[in-house]
């Protein structure tokens, strides 16, 4: 079945961490990737999308994400984490009209 | 601003009583989506309307219907809500069907549905 992954279902770092989540998906050919956060009593609101073209995609906050289609992969990263980015991310894949959302990762970020 | 909105935000309903949910968009999108989602869990795709035509997924129970009267509007009707439907239920818009053009979802903030 076509399913994406998201490994880390709960993180927690120190201010200034560098972050990285992973996202993995399981179809074949041409798919659009996406990260989006929902932080704590707010809806989802996209982080970066990645359609063709340069891999490495730049988002908002400072986040990016990198598409290495050999991997099957799309993981977000940040070099330096903020209090303000405690919230859960989602890894979303889509082919035709649907997402296929991973199970989502916790992030905690301690002050 | 434009964005999509969602009432109630919290809804409370008993075991078998019919419930609607609401969802409007100021953004003129031709697609909305309505989304499951439980706790911990991904938010599943129950259905969505590209423009007047429904598209329902096909492991939707067909406990699930929707309604979508106008461009701005789309309803998410539960006929007879049972304690499993207890869920965020999410409404998403795009400006049309994701995935060739690789057009961006853009969600409603949710309705929490608690069944007793």
């Known amino acids: 079945a076509q399913s994406v992954s998201q490994h880390n279902h709960h993180v927690i770092l120190s201010e200034a961490a560098s972050l990285e989540l992973g996202c993995n998906y399981s179809?074949?050919?041409?798919?659009?990737l996406f990260w989006y956060v929902q932080y704590p009593g707010q809806h989802l609101q996209l982080l970066l999308k990645?359609?063709?073209?340069?891999?490495l995609v730049k988002g908002i906050k400072g986040f990016e994400a990198e598409f290495i289609k050999s991997k099957f992969s799309f993981n977000l990263r940040k070099p330096s984490v903020q209090w303000s980015d405690t919230a859960e991310y989602f890894c979303a894949v889509t082919r035709t009209y649907k997402y296929i959302f991973g199970t989502g990762t916790r992030l905690k970020v301690l002050a | 601003d434009a964005m999509v909105i969602q009432n109630p935000r919290y809804q409370v309903t008993q075991f078998g009583k019919p419930v609607t949910l609401s969802c409007s968009q100021t953004l003129n999108h031709n697609v909305m989506y309505w989304y499951q989602q439980k706790s911990s869990q991904a938010p599943k795709l129950l259905f969505h309307y590209y423009d007047k035509d429904f598209n329902n997924e096909a492991d939707t129970p067909d406990n699930f219907q929707s309604r979508r009267p106008n461009t701005s509007f789309c309803f998410l009707d539960i006929r007879s809500p049972g304690l499993g439907d207890a869920a965020m239920y999410l409404c998403a818009t795009s400006r049309a069907p994701t995935g060739g053009s690789g057009d961006t979802q853009y969600f409603g903030p949710g309705t929490r549905l608690t069944v007793l």
């Open positions: 179809y074949g050919g041409t798919v659009n």
């Open positions: 990645y359609f063709s073209g340069d891999p």
